[in-house]
């Protein structure tokens, strides 16, 4: 049958070529190539700078480009690639930020309010920079991807729909909730090591997330519904603060010693 051949090509290529590990050392599967994610970044940063206002306000502009610089400048020849990154400031206030691949960063100035100091707006660049670094995206669209071929192969086979529900909302509950955790504490590794190396200090990240925690009041901030509880991210961002700091004394020797004004 011409269309589950096509379809046992395509698996077969996926788990060919989808092999990949994440700076972590995580086996991923990724089946799309970074031009075809940085192309979609590109598309998405442009429609969201077209649909979402951009701030007006210049002093909020130069101090987050000026934090997003020092975190841009950290990243090694290899980890830039051969992207534009750039940074765009939204008018909008949402406490939240973004990074897309191919080097586009977001930053709702709603953030500003919460991540208090150029340390603290470091942390949230720096942790989705380390999304970006570690192919997130790509992941994600290759599962969902995947999901799909194994939905249609099942369909294919002759599986109801009931049964297909239930495989359906198991794999979701399975594979994408820990997958999330997954990402956002890699996030949050690769995000630390990243601001320190920058020459922000690492140990305001631990305050951020208790600011983060103590805002939410009934709407809590966008980023929070969207991440992990701030109690069990500080608990695991603490482990990681002796080292960070080291390497944030490192940079500060190197001369690199940011002084962005809010
Ligand atoms: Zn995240």
Not at 26 to 41: E, K, P, T, Y
Not at 139 to 166: H, M
Request: glycine share 6%.
């Amino acid at each position: 049958m011409p269309l589950s051949k096509q379809l046992f090509s395509l698996l077969l290529f996926c788990l060919l070529l989808g092999c990949a590990s994440s700076p972590l050392n995580r086996r991923q599967v990724m089946i799309f190539s970074d031009a075809d994610m940085a192309q979609r970044g590109q598309q998405q940063y442009e429609q969201m700078r077209q649909e979402v206002p951009l701030s007006t306000d210049s002093r909020d502009i130069d101090y987050v480009r000026c934090v997003a610089n020092y975190v841009i400048n950290a990243l090694d020849a290899n980890q830039r690639g051969s992207y534009l990154w750039e940074v765009t400031v939204f008018d909008n206030e949402q406490a939240n930020a973004f990074a897309l691949p191919g080097g586009k960063i977001g930053v709702y100035n709603g953030l500003l309010g919460v991540a208090v100091n150029q340390h603290q707006l470091a942390a949230v660049i720096a942790h989705e920079v380390g999304h970006v670094l570690a192919n997130h995206s790509n992941e994600r669209a290759s599962q969902s991807t995947l999901r799909n071929i194994g939905v249609r192969v099942a369909q294919i086979a002759g599986v109801d729909d009931s049964t297909l529900e239930v495989i359906d909302y198991g794999t979701q509950l399975g594979l994408f909730l820990p997958f999330n955790r997954i990402q956002e504490t890699e996030a949050d590794s690769i995000g630390v090591v990243l601001m320190a190396n920058a020459g922000f200090d690492p140990d305001q990240t631990i305050y951020l997330w208790e600011n983060m925690r103590d805002s939410a009041g009934p709407r809590p901030p966008e980023i929070i519904s969207t991440h992990p509880s701030p109690d069990s991210r500080i608990r695991e961002l603490r482990e990681l603060m002796t080292a960070a700091n080291a390497l944030q004394e490192a940079a500060n020797r190197r001369g690199i010693n940011p002084d962005c004004q809010p």
